[in-house]
């Protein structure tokens, strides 16, 4: 890390956002510990997820094990695909992603998509050493390394299970389940907000990329012939686009539209992959990222997973380096149609037609006074592999005979005996896969970009001044409340008394009596609390009703507000109905040299 990221790891330290985990034991790579400021934060940003993706779209949310059994994941391939590129030093045995050094040393970019014998040929080419130590890597074999976590359910090693690497397949092997509650009625989305877990070869930049971390997710289940999003709602949202067009052309630039003319053109390839972006882009701005600093990137054919009909990666510039904060991806049927292959439960939803219709379907009849005499035990088994074959291939039994497969094994059939017919029915519908749209987001990273946004220095009274500029959608402190002075009794109590009255009505608050009014205030700027309240004399003996100045973190501007109104003037501040420019116009401004 470097500029940015350095100043704002140690202020996280400092103020109690993240710091590495068990430090006391010398810590473990790629595990943090989110302190007081960064869980309310974090759990803010889950809330305001969970708000606009589960709430707001009515959608239904689970939580789902961090482990599962293997077969699970030999059913979504991650057993089997789930790699990064791993390359070794031969002289300190530390291990590196091969594709990160390639983008950290060289002009190259996305190495990720790149081919694992191209990745080895670029690593010797550029002459790639070793971060740790220098050694070189240039005739070091690059190999695929399987980041999931494994672990043993049960005693013993009979029942292998591993740490879910995404929250999503907890939700799609549940679908047969969950289907119900949507009354088998597409489309409908699921939620889950978790944890997730990774075992990163090189975990790099602070929470950006950890071994265990946060996602939320949605899947929406929709029928594609049939389901469209609401993209009126979104379609006049301006957002900046990173085509894949233009990242092949050396001269590429940000495409800037809305989102309705991005579905139009095609450059957003699906309706729903551009309804998802709108509203994330709506709801990245209402959190405070900055939006000179925020883009929409589409995958690279190289990057993008074989069943994905198009991907776009949500990413924010943090010290010069843009991050993925969030994927949206066309999954189409490939993670339903995978877990039916594997598992004993129906994925499908039954689509109704608007008629009925006459189909012809091929059956089957066997006469199992011949099967069962002549297999025996295996006689069902081969009358159910005989019903299959006609409803996938009818065309096996124009011949005299036709032949199955049982328990692996070859068994031939009289085309007579089987009595194979072609029958006209009358169906009401049928069966589909529903298709699958899914926006991730990493809740982590999204919290460090937030940081790295809000984070500000300027100068008052001569020193510098550090705040983090945060949302209040977002700020881990609402409000900080003081009396002026600590050693007076009546001002003590009475702020007291305001915190009592502040949490009573929902909010956040923070209490501090500790130093000089000034540095009290510097504390609160530095950790992003938006407003602080102070108790003083002048607001206890006028004849008045009671009053209290407010303070603005930002600008440090205060008013004078009556306690009675307090509550209610923060809250509005809070919603967005009014500001604090509306504050200062309503009612009296102050004017201080202490510390503002």
Not at 355 to 361: A, L, T
Not at 466 to 480: K, N, Q
Not at 533 to 557: A, F, H, I, Y
Request: hydrophobic share 35%; aromatic share 8%; net charge negative.
């Amino acid at each position: 890390m470097s500029g940015e990221g350095e100043r704002l790891a140690e202020l996280a330290k400092r103020r109690g956002y993240f710091f590495g985990a068990t430090e006391a034991y010398g810590g473990a790579a790629g595990f943090y510990t989110f302190g007081p400021q960064g869980a309310a934060l974090k759990a803010n940003v889950e809330d305001a997820w969970r708000d606009r993706f589960t709430v707001r779209e009515g959608n239904f949310e689970i939580e789902a094990p961090t482990i599962m059994p293997e077969p699970v994941f030999e059913a979504s391939g991650h057993l089997d695909g789930f790699d990064d590129m791993l390359v070794a030093c031969p002289d300190c045995g530390e291990s590196h992603r091969a594709d990160h050094l390639l983008e950290d040393n060289t002009p190259i970019e996305d190495a990720e998509s790149l081919p694992l014998a191209e990745v080895e040929d670029l690593v010797a080419d550029h002459d790639i050493r070793c971060p740790t130590c220098g050694g070189d890597l240039a005739d070091e074999a690059v190999t695929q390394f399987n980041l999931m976590f494994e672990t043993n359910i049960g005693p013993g090693s009979s029942t292998p299970g591993y740490l879910r690497p995404e929250t999503a397949q907890g939700i799609f092997v549940e679908f047969p389940r969950i289907k119900e509650y949507a009354r088998n009625s597409l489309p409908f989305g699921v939620t889950q907000i978790g944890r997730a877990y990774r075992n990163e070869i090189s975990p790099r930049k602070s929470i950006v990329r950890t071994r265990e971390f946060t996602q939320a997710e949605l899947e929406q289940f929709v029928d594609p012939e049939r389901d469209d999003p609401h993209l009126d709602s979104v379609a006049d949202v301006e957002v900046t686009l990173y085509p894949a067009t233009e990242q092949h052309d050396d001269g590429g630039e940000y495409v800037e539209t809305t989102v309705g003319e991005a579905v139009a053109a095609g450059t957003i390839g699906d309706p729903w992959i551009g309804y998802f972006v709108g509203i994330a882009q709506e709801w990245y701005e209402t959190l405070g990222v900055d939006m000179d600093r925020f883009r929409f990137r589409q995958h690279l054919a190289g990057e993008r997973a074989h069943y994905a009909a198009d991907c776009w990666d949500a990413e924010s510039e943090v010290d010069g380096d843009w991050i993925e904060i969030a994927g949206f991806a066309y999954r189409g049927d490939y993670d339903l149609s995978k877990h039916a292959d594997h598992a004993d439960d129906d994925f499908t939803i039954f689509r109704e037609f608007d008629e009925p219709r006459d189909v012809e379907r091929a059956v089957v009849d066997p006469d199992m006074s011949v099967l069962g005499p002549e297999y025996g035990s295996e006689a069902a088994d081969v009358a159910s592999a005989l019903e299959e074959l006609a409803d996938r291939n009818p065309a096996a039994f124009d011949g005299e005979t036709v032949t199955v497969s049982v328990g692996g094994e070859t068994r031939t059939v009289d085309t007579d005996v089987a009595g194979f017919r072609i029958e006209e029915r009358t169906i009401n519908g049928e069966h589909i896969t529903p298709h699958v749209i899914e926006p991730s987001f990493g809740v982590d990273r999204t919290v460090y970009t937030l940081l790295a946004h809000a984070y500000n220095e300027d100068e008052v009274d001569d020193e510098t001044r550090t705040y983090l500029s945060l949302s209040p959608t977002v700020a881990p402190t609402d409000v900080g409340v003081f009396p002026l002075v600590s050693n007076v009794p009546e001002l003590v109590d009475r702020a007291e008394a305001i915190v009592d009255d502040l949490r009573r009505a929902g909010f956040s608050v923070t209490h501090d009596d500790s130093g000089s009014i000034g540095r009290r205030y510097r504390r609160q700027d530095e950790v992003g609390t938006p407003f602080c309240v102070t108790v003083d004399r002048d607001g206890l003996e006028g004849d008045g009703p009671d009053t209290v100045t407010v303070r603005e973190r930002d600008s440090g501007r205060q008013v004078r507000l009556p306690v009675e109104s307090l509550s209610t003037e923060l809250d509005a501040v809070m919603d967005g109905d009014t500001s604090f420019d509306g504050l200062v116009a309503a009612y009296d401004a102050v004017t201080t040299d202490a510390g503002s």
